[in-house]
């Protein structure tokens, strides 16, 4: 059973910094393109950052120069470090991973960045 289970969010000061990690099991996850989304409340879920299986990654405009998404494919495991946190990064944050057609989603984990 493929299963994706997110971790590190919380609540953190405008400026800030968090963590997030996303642990994989039941799949191979080398293959894997692995993603971060979020959903803030009253808006659609939005592609955050991308991280491919050769290891090139993307970031939404809003994400560019504060996010940075790494995978540890020893660790079945996918991070991103999120620095400089404003109030709207206010979101859950979601795994997700794909490969071809096939695609798994976390439970998400809550960001609240406020003073």
């Known amino acids: 059973q493929a299963q994706l289970v997110e971790s590190g969010g919380g609540l953190v000061q405008p400026g800030g910094s968090l963590r997030l990690s996303c642990a994989a099991s039941?799949?191979?996850?080398?293959?894997?393109?692995m993603s971060w989304y979020r959903q803030a409340p009253g808006k659609d879920r939005e592609l955050v950052a991308t991280?491919?299986?050769?290891?090139?990654?993307n970031y939404a405009d809003s994400a560019k120069d504060r996010f940075t998404i790494s995978r540890d494919n020893a660790k079945n495991t996918v991070y991103m470090q999120m620095n400089s946190l404003k109030p709207d990064d206010t979101a859950v944050y979601y795994c997700h991973a794909r490969f071809a057609s096939v695609f798994f989603w976390g439970q998400g984990t809550q960001v609240t960045v406020s003073s």
């Open positions: 991280i491919n299986r050769g290891g090139s990654s």
């Open positions: 039941g799949l191979t996850f080398s293959i894997y393109a």
